[in-house]
Nanobody, 120 residues
Framework: QVQLVESGGGLAQPGGSLRLSCAAS????????MSWTRQAPGKGLEWVIG???????QFADSVKGRFTISRDNAKNTVYLQMNSLKPEDTALYSC??????????????WGQGTQVTVSS
């Protein structure tokens, strides 16, 4: 059974940083691409950033130069480092598993999410 459990959310000031973690289980983590998505209040789901099983990364223009994604296959964990946070980054952040090794493959599982609020 696939499980994805996020942690690390909270309140940050504009310009601040947060690091999110997503612990995965129930599948061979190292062979699948993983992504982070977010949903702000009243808005649709937005794909934020992803990492393929070979370690290559892709990101949305909205987070370019501010967010990075990494994975530790030994710990079955994917991380999201968020720097230079903006109020518009406020959202529920969820990690997602893809159906294959590439972030171009469809996503098939999501975690429950962790709330990130950016406010002074």
């Amino acid at each position: 059974q696939v499980q994805l459990v996020e942690s690390g959310g909270g309140l940050a000031q504009p310009g601040g940083s947060l690091r999110l973690s997503c612990a995965a289980s129930g599948f061979i983590f190292s062979t699948y691409a993983m992504s982070w998505t977010r949903q702000a209040p009243g808005k649709g789901l937005e794909w934020v950033i992803g990492i393929s099983s070979d370690g290559s990364t892709q990101f949305a223009d909205s987070v370019k130069g501010r967010f990075t994604i990494s994975r530790d296959n030994a710990k079955n964990t994917v991380y999201l480092q968020m720097n230079s946070l903006k109020p518009e980054d406020t959202a529920l952040y969820s990690c997602a598993k893809h159906q294959g090794w590439s972030t171009r493959d469809p996503r098939d599982y999501w975690g429950q999410g962790t709330q990130v609020t950016v406010s002074s």
